[in-house]
């Protein structure tokens, strides 16, 4: 049953499905900031507007065909009804005044957001329909979802200082399809009109005998005889409508709940199968068709449709429309008395205040792209892929060259390929591999993947588990990733960029005499016993373990911060192969940089963007996470990573972005995790204390101006050169939070009661109604640390993700489901406990009760297989309801460890097999039979299996390659003979019975 219609809105009824559907239609004035925009005629007009009394205005219905063949004889337009870019022609040919500049601003200085530079170029500049887009639904007690109503807005064809909106409220338990709801916009907003849609498409659509009879292009024609000739090829059709189309950028918040309450079919096009998941929202890479007839055959209503998702458009910590809204001067409404969770209630209760409220939530989504990038304008598909973009062109200008494929090869090494074999496909490195392309040449190659290999996360560890009743600060290092990149220096790719091969000796700093140099190498070390932070890493038990040796495994590929530390702390350092490579050198004869050139612009315009909008603003944070993210985007894919392809379904390498390279990535962290370790051993050395470490800061205490005067062992000097080329300011630390009491428990957790103190909650959900690091937070994350007795229950909601959303096959609705996920709290083990410095603390809650927590301090394990022993002792602990919080607990573990049962045992053969294909898929080293082109990977499987070691599997062959197998893999020493003779042996020969004696 239709319900009443309110003030200010039309009605009519439609079908589709076999649903019936009311769909409510106005007009109303933009407001905000947007108006401060408008041309002086359209913001009179836009003023007149909001004179109007509530309910007053005139809302026009769907536009019926006499009305619109009308319309399109107005004088001004075209036969087909396209406008000027303002406003409809009885305003007269409307030119925007020039723009007012805002007081204080220097003469030159761009005044809209869009005018800076690194926004131009993150932005696509390309005109679009954008079209806001919400649902409001209810999950009812059965377990299923009713879609209470579709909204969307759309500015005002013909006087953008209107918005169209339309609800759509489902009139029984149907769902609408998205194209009969995207055609119920056009219609109501007079899409047809907008300039991008060609002559000949109305509110009908377009006639098959214009489709057939004029088509635009030399393939829509091919297309249109193929179709004409025979009225079932499908593809045919599609191609030739294609071109008529209405083309629609489709905004949403949180895609994975509003593009999922469409219905599906037979005859539907299934668009969540064109959709990615993409910075938390869904979106598309490119456009994808919806086409539907009016059933007859003459009309065809053609619709190209572009996805985009604010969750990827909003700065880091500002993902809610809560926010956002206010930021486009369009505030979220609330839904008062608890209807929220009954939205179908509310709409049958309230309906004028629930279409208030879900059309608001549209209106944002419009509003906020609008602020951004522009009214009317396609926005990039993510803040971060919009970052890379801003960086491709500045470095077009830095490199001097024309296009993107020449940045491309200057900056990473990466070529189109062209069939011309180079690598082969079995060891191709994924980033570049999905985009079909390839390394320049076999240096690239060799080179690009050691970096790969070497590329590992951020730092993160709890080094003094306990509590602490005294003053600490929380220090972060500014800008890290930024400050990092713009210290990495770009490098020849084309003149052969392996500058020197280091095979089989010890590393000294004749080999790396700074931190900035350009060298990747697997090497074994040991560590002078003074050293409290080692600081070469081994990737094992899915983490970071930094151990005082190598000892037992193979050894680890590492950078040149890293390893240019090591030997400055004195540490032995053998390499067994390693590559240095050849610097990029500016026409001036200084190193390229075109990171540094890149974010400097970004920040630049990030601090413009404060002058004009104010400090915190959408458009200042927009730009700050636009520089933080371009570390992100060169690291895309260089350790793989799979996701959901919803169109093949299935996982898939996400592949590379437009900046990807291994070489800058994999420098880039390698650098903020030298300042780290550099930093904690020097405040150590100084008889200081580190507690905590985590990505880019750490807790100490050491007062703030006493750390910034640490000289890092001489990486301060090009921090702060760094700092000062970025910002002017050579500032490389500053406090985050500081507090008078800390509990540490483990990596990523740690809480204080005082306010502004840290509170990490390692993984653990806040419950509902508490805010973020309010005191109850503080209160609730204190309480579970300090009386847990075993696991802490994890209650959260979890919605499906977008592989259970977007499945052909058991596909599930937009439900959340309760979780309970017990996570351990207890110090994760990265590091040996010293027992002989623990205490048992007792630590007080505010109601008064106090409980003990054992305090101590830690340092390196001698080696991995310790660390890897002492952690499954605590799992098997914790597993069976037990939990590390007392000094007692505590001691049951060490006596555990001290008495148990080692992990070593005698290595079988199959381990040593295993071994040789980890260093051969490695590139440590390389087996003539194994790196043969012309063999298949069944050809070398086959091969290894003769020598008697054993059987390896394809997917053996495939994860070898992976970095934690480096961790497994037996020092080279203890793979001969067989490793030697592999090695010697001619490709094309089969071992016989005297290579497989084990002597």
Not at 433 to 454: H, I, N, T
Request: negative net charge.
């Amino acid at each position: 049953m239709n319900a009443p219609v309110p003030a200010g809105w039309s009605s009519h009824e439609i079908k589709d499905g076999g649903g019936r559907f009311q769909v409510l239609v106005r007009r109303t004035p933009r407001r905000g900031s947007f108006a401060a925009h408008l041309p002086p005629k359209i913001a009179a007009l836009s003023a007149q507007n909001r004179s109007i009394a509530p309910g007053s205005l005139k809302v026009p219905g769907a536009i019926e065909r006499t009305g619109a063949d009308d319309f399109r004889r107005i004088p001004g337009f075209s036969s087909r009804g396209h406008k000027p870019p303002m406003g409809p022609p009885s305003y007269g040919a409307l030119t925007p005044s020039p723009p007012q500049r805002l007081a204080g601003v220097v003469p030159g200085t761009p005044i809209s957001f869009g005018d800076l530079t690194s926004v131009r170029a993150m932005g696509t500049e390309r005109a679009g329909i954008v079209l806001g887009f919400d649902t409001e639904f209810t999950t009812t007690s059965f377990g299923t979802r009713v879609i209470d109503s579709y909204q969307f807005a759309v500015p005002e064809i013909f006087n953008p200082a209107l918005m169209v909106e339309v609800v759509i409220l489902p009139l029984d338990e149907h769902r609408i399809s998205l194209h009969t709801a995207l055609w119920e916009v056009v219609v109501a907003a007079r899409l047809w009109h907008s300039s991008l849609v060609p002559d000949g498409v109305d509110d009908r659509g377009v006639r098959r005998d214009m489709v057939l009879d004029q088509p635009p292009t030399r393939a829509a024609r091919d297309a249109a005889m193929a179709w004409s000739a025979d009225t079932r090829n499908w593809e045919a059709r599609a191609a030739a409508l294609a071109p008529w189309r209405v083309p629609i950028v489709l905004a949403t918040h949180y895609g994975s709940a509003d593009l999922t309450a469409f219905r599906g079919g037979a005859y539907v096009t299934d668009h969540l199968t064109r959709l990615t998941s993409a910075a938390g929202g869904l979106v598309t890479l490119l456009p994808f068709r919806l086409q539907q007839g009016d059933g007859e055959g003459d009309w065809w209503r053609v619709l190209s449709v572009t996805v985009r998702d604010t969750m990827g458009q909003t700065p880091a910590g500002k993902k809610s429309l809560t926010v956002i809204g206010p930021a486009c001067d369009n505030p979220k409404l609330e839904v008062p008395d608890g209807w929220i969770s009954n939205m179908t209630g509310y709409r049958a209760a309230h309906l004028g205040d629930f279409l208030e409220y879900g059309i608001n939530d549209a209106v944002i989504v419009v509003e906020y792209l609008a602020r951004l990038w522009g009214d009317g304008v396609i926005p990039p598909i993510t803040l971060s892929g919009g970052a890379a973009a801003s960086l491709v062109s500045s470095g077009l200008d830095y490199f001097g060259v024309r296009s993107p494929k020449y940045f491309r090869l200057t900056f990473a090494g990466i070529v189109q390929d062209d069939g011309v074999e180079v690598v082969d496909e079995d060891d191709q490195l994924s980033f570049y591999g999905k985009r079909f392309r390839r390394p320049v040449d076999g240096a690239a190659d060799q080179l690009m993947s050691a970096f790969a290999k070497a590329y590992h996360g951020g730092l993160n560890a709890c080094s003094a588990p306990g509590y602490y009743p005294h003053p600490t600060v929380d220090i972060d290092a500014q800008n890290a990733y930024p400050t990092a990149m713009a210290l990495v220096h770009d490098l020849d790719w084309e003149a052969g960029v392996i500058d020197a091969v280091v095979n089989k000796r010890p590393l000294t700093l004749a080999d790396v005499p700074e931190p900035i140099t350009p060298i990747v190498a697997f090497v074994s070390f040991i560590f002078p016993p003074g050293v409290a932070f080692p600081t070469l890493p081994i990737v094992a038990d899915n983490t970071l373990i930094y151990p005082q040796t190598s000892e037992g495994t193979a050894g680890t590929w590492a950078c040149g911060p890293e390893l240019w530390l090591a030997l400055t702390l004195g540490a032995e350092v053998f390499c067994q192969i390693g590559y240095t490579a050849v610097t990029l050198t500016r026409p001036d004869g200084t190193p390229s940089r075109v990171l540094r050139y890149g974010v400097k612009q970004l920040i630049d315009d990030r601090n413009t963007a404060k002058h004009l909008f104010g400090d915190k603003s959408i458009e200042e944070q927009t730009l700050k996470t636009a520089a933080s993210s371009v570390y992100g985007k060169t690291a895309q894919d260089v350790a793989e990573q799979r996701a959901w392809n919803a169109h093949e379904q299935q996982m898939d390498s996400v592949g590379g972005s437009a900046i990807t390279s291994p070489y800058h990535a994999a420098t880039s962290t390698s650098l903020v995790r030298a300042q780290l370790l550099a930093t904690m051993n020097q405040i150590t050395e100084r008889s200081g204390h580190v507690y905590s470490v985590t990505t880019d800061g750490f807790i100490t205490g050491m007062p703030l101006d006493d750390v910034n005067d640490l000289d890092l062992y001489g990486l301060a000097e090009h921090l702060r050169e760094a700092r000062t080329a970025l910002t002017g300011n050579p500032a490389v630390w500053e406090a985050k939070h500081t507090q008078d009491d800390l509990v540490n428990f483990t990596t990523r957790g740690n809480v204080s009661l005082s306010p502004g103190g840290v509170c990490a909650h390692n993984g653990i959900k806040r419950p509902a109604g508490i805010e973020e690091d309010s005191p109850e937070d503080r209160e609730h994350l204190l309480t579970l640390v300090i009386t847990r007795t075993g696991r802490v229950d994890n209650e959260y909601k979890r919605f499906p993700s977008f592989s259970d959303l977007s499945r052909k096959d058991n596909r599930k609705d937009f439900l959340p489901s309760w979780v309970i996920a017990p996570r351990s709290m207890d110090f994760d083990l990265k590091r040996r406990p010293v027992m002989s410095s623990m205490t048992a603390e007792l630590v007080p809650l505010p109601d008064g009760s106090r409980h003990e927590m054992a305090t101590f301090t830690t340092e390196p394990w001698d080696t991995v297989e310790e660390s890897l022993r002492a952690r499954e002792i605590a799992r098997e602990m914790s597993k069976a309801g037990g939990c590390l919080r007392t000094v007692d607990e505590w001691r049951a573990w060490h006596l555990k460890y001290t008495h148990g049962k080692g992990r070593r045992i005698v290595t079988p053969q199959r381990a040593v097999l295993l071994s040789i294909v980890m260093a051969h898929r490695q590139r440590i080293v390389s087996i003539p039979a194994l790196t043969d082109r012309s063999s298949t990977i069944a050809d070398k499987i086959a091969w290894l299996a003769t020598w008697g070691l054993g059987t390896v599997s394809e997917g053996d062959w495939k994860n070898a390659r992976r970095p934690e197998r480096i961790s497994q893999m037996l020092p080279l020493d203890s793979l001969d003979p067989y490793l030697h003779r592999m090695l010697a042996m001619p490709v094309g020969i089969t071992p016989g019975d005297a290579d497989r004696l084990p002597y």
